[in-house]
């Protein structure tokens, strides 16, 4: 859902928001709500609720309520009360749809600490508002430096100055407790201002800088996700997934919420299936399961004595074979059930041009070998040679028409010097 001014301009290029967060749809914001309502009109005598949701930097929202009943729009930047002065937010969603949200935060609405809204901000407070923010970068990495030099086990994520700038919060991460009074006091003293350091979870610190994951999108946790869910190892296992922290684990360092989106899913597809630890008795010996494909309904046993070789078997056939077990049956042979003894050979699907592309690499270079660049020059030098070679012989032909034209003249001259000769001797002579 991005905003107008997030289309792309007339070469085609992506043009970007350019707002710095504050768009006038909220589409470019993080965690945004979509306001179905917005496009319906209230009953008659109803007043709208007085309680509008403010998204402040990154992904920190509080709710706020409207005591001036101000027309409020989402978009609008606002200045709102805080424990000392005042902040400027962003509202975010108005309506109807801010009860649903306080409910589903536990938030009760009737509550009279509720926060209020002052006032729209005028140009002087977002004058005040931007010049804070534009210092956060400068104080984080000075923050970073005094920590170190303190020698404090602790990471700072993120700042966050008050909208008035009286106050700066700074959200750190840590393994254990850390004590950071002296880190306080030489901050309060190098920047001039109130401090407020305040603890988050590697979850939130990656809820609140935001990034790519490993899919190619946003992350989650930046974008919609709002509740964190314990992730467990045992979701990879369920899902046959690979037991790689590197792969498994995200941009906080912790298991990936997406872990949890289809483990549903497979839970009830399992209920079908035998248990992983399947033990089938045969005549030939004893068998356990090595592998279990929920999409294609197949299960792997091999033999005690003999793992490197598997047998196909579907869950109904194991099924079978426990049945007869449990009565204290032995089949003969996996090889009975087994569906490889009908294997299925499938076609290769080589690549299809169905786009009419040829290839993905028709606008690359080819590489020239050596061998190549050798027998070219050799083929201008031929070329050449034949060139000298070809004109060489233009000139003796040249020379020799010449040759032949200079002696058909003198000939010729000869023959009529001769012919005046003749005429000019007595005939009595």
Same mark, same amino acid.
């Given at each position: ?7 792309? =301009?007339?070469?085609? #290029? ?50 706020? !309520? ?56 005028? #140009? ?41 700038? =009286? ?14 009074? #002296? ?15 305040? #603890? ?28 964190? !869910?314990?992730? =467990? ?122 786009v009419g592309q040829d290839s993905l690499t028709r606008f690359d270079k080819p590489k020239r070998s050596k ?15 034949? %060139? ?17 034209? %200079? ?7 000869? =023959? ?14």
């Amino acid at each position: 859902m991005g905003c107008s001014s997030c289309s792309t =301009s007339t070469n085609g #290029q992506p043009r970007g928001c350019k707002n710095n967060g504050t768009c006038g749809t909220d589409g470019c914001n993080k965690l945004t709500v979509f306001d179905w309502l917005s496009n319906m009109s209230l009953p008659n005598g109803e007043k709208p609720f007085d309680c509008v949701e403010v998204r402040f930097k990154n992904s920190r929202k509080d709710f706020f !309520r409207n005591t001036e009943n101000l027309s409020l729009s989402i978009g609008d930047v606002i200045a709102t009360q805080a424990q000392s002065g005042h902040d400027i937010g962003m509202v975010t969603l108005t309506g109807e749809l801010v009860k649903v949200q306080m409910k589903r935060k536990k938030v009760d609405f009737n509550d009279a600490e509720i926060h209020k809204v002052y006032r729209k901000a005028s #140009q002087k407070d977002i004058d005040v508002w931007q010049k804070c923010r534009d210092r956060e970068e400068e104080i984080k990495k000075r923050a970073r430096e005094i920590a170190i030099i303190l020698k404090l086990q602790m990471k700072i994520s993120d700042v966050e100055f008050q909208g008035d700038g =009286s106050k700066a919060t700074f959200y750190y991460t840590a393994e254990e407790r850390v004590d950071f009074r #002296q880190l306080i006091k030489d901050m309060a003293k190098a920047f001039g201002i109130r401090i407020e350091m305040r #603890q988050i979870g590697y979850r939130q610190e990656a809820q609140r800088l935001g990034g790519i994951g490993s899919c190619g999108r946003e992350l989650c946790c930046s974008t919609w996700l709002t509740d964190f !869910r314990s992730v =467990s190892t045992s979701a990879a296992r369920y899902q046959q997934l690979s037991l790689n922290p590197q792969k498994l684990a995200g941009q906080c360092g912790k298991l990936k919420c997406c872990l949890n989106y289809e483990l549903d899913v497979y839970l009830d597809a399992l209920k079908d299936f035998p248990p992983q630890d399947t033990k089938l008795f045969t005549e030939k010996g004893l068998a356990f399961c090595q592998k279990t494909d929920i999409f294609k309904e197949k299960l792997w046993f091999s033999y005690k004595e003999d793992p490197a070789n598997w047998h196909v078997l579907s869950p109904e056939q194991v099924k079978e074979i426990q049945e007869k077990n449990k009565k204290k049956e032995k089949v003969t042979s996996l090889e009975e059930y087994a569906i490889e003894n009908l294997v299925e050979i499938e076609e290769r699907v080589v690549f299809e041009n169905v786009v009419g592309q040829d290839s993905l690499t028709r606008f690359d270079k080819p590489k020239r070998s050596k061998n190549n660049r050798n027998r070219n020059r050799n083929k201008k030098r031929k070329a050449g040679d034949g %060139g000298n070679n070809q004109k060489q012989g233009q000139k003796r032909n040249r020379n020799k028409r010449n040759q032949s034209s %200079g002696n058909n003249k003198n000939n010729q001259r000869n =023959s009529n010097k001769n012919a005046n000769r003749s005429k000019r001797r007595p005939k009595n002579a």
